[in-house]
């Protein structure tokens, strides 16, 4: 399949992104500039380098028998909404990998937009909110600041608030 992430880094294995043991794929550019953002170089669109679709399945089939999914992050995801839904779609079709997916958009704003919409029909769990840092807490689990959800996202459903 043909086609590129703007990409800020990847980790083949993470416990603190998302349940188990997760690769995360730092996708680059973010518009929300959250004041003390802890990834504030990949709020640069240009951050990083454009990497093909290719060689993202590659380094993700190398620990695919290690890993319980994919956790998006950046950055910003849903910026590249256009690239991420290709790309989702054949990750799923080919691995059914379990996909999480950090953003800054709550998710109410995200259902306003149709290819928000279709992106986050290829996501299992959405962390939404931007990083508040009056709201951070260092005992959360898998988000920076109280305001920020972990949601269950359901097909044809209201998504399901999880707690940790
Ligand atoms: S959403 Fe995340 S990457 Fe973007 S500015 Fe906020 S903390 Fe930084």
Redesign the pocket.
């Given at each position: 399949m043909i086609g590129t992430l703007q990409v800020a880094g990847f980790l083949e294995h993470s416990t603190v992104n998302g349940e188990g043991f997760r690769s995360v794929l730092f996708l680059s550019g973010?518009p929300?500039?959250?004041p003390l953002?802890?990834?504030?170089e990949?709020?640069n669109m240009n951050y990083g380098e454009q990497v093909d679709y290719e060689s993202i399945l590659k380094r993700i089939a190398k620990v695919l028998p290690l890993i319980d999914g994919l956790t998006l992050s950046?950055?910003?995801p849903f910026i590249q909404a256009t690239s991420l839904i290709p790309f989702l779609k054949h990750i799923k079709s080919k691995w059914n990998l379990s996909i999480w997916c950090?953003t800054?958009y709550t998710y109410e704003a995200l259902c306003e937009n149709a290819l928000h919409k279709e992106l986050l029909q290829l996501i299992d769990v959405l962390i939404d909110g931007?990083?508040v840092a009056e709201l951070k807490d260092a005992n959360l689990k898998y988000r920076g600041s109280s305001n920020q959800r972990i949601l269950k996202i359901n097909q044809n459903k209201p998504p399901e608030l999880l707690y940790y």
């Open positions: 973010c929300h500039h959250c953002c802890h990834n504030f990949m709020q950046g950055g910003e950090y800054g931007p990083f």
